[in-house]
């Protein structure tokens, strides 16, 4: 238990953050699994719309510091990647 009142406040700051940071990787890896789930119909229109929207909620929650840049950016190529080889 914290002892300060600095203390107190970065434990409540630190739970009102877990909570942000879990619903928004949650709604990130719904994003994820539709566009994958596109890609695996292999209707190109579709999965590229697909990714195209998961891209922007893995963009967002890189800028909020829920994800890392470089993981956003990885999950998003691959995704890209996939949709765009469906023949």
Not at 18 to 39: G, L, P, V
Not at 41 to 54: Q, T
Not at 68 to 75: E, L, P
């Amino acid at each position: 238990m914290a002892n300060h009142r600095n203390a107190e406040k970065a434990s409540r700051q630190a739970a009102k953050r877990t909570i942000m940071n879990r619903d928004r990787m949650s709604r990130i890896r719904t994003f994820i699994r539709k566009a994958e789930e596109a890609i695996a119909s292999g209707v190109k229109d579709s999965a590229l719309e697909a990714v195209r929207v998961a891209e922007g909620e893995l963009m967002r929650g890189a800028s909020k510091g829920t994800l890392k840049q470089n993981t956003a950016s990885r999950k998003v190529s691959r995704l890209t990647k996939r949709a765009k080889a469906i023949a």
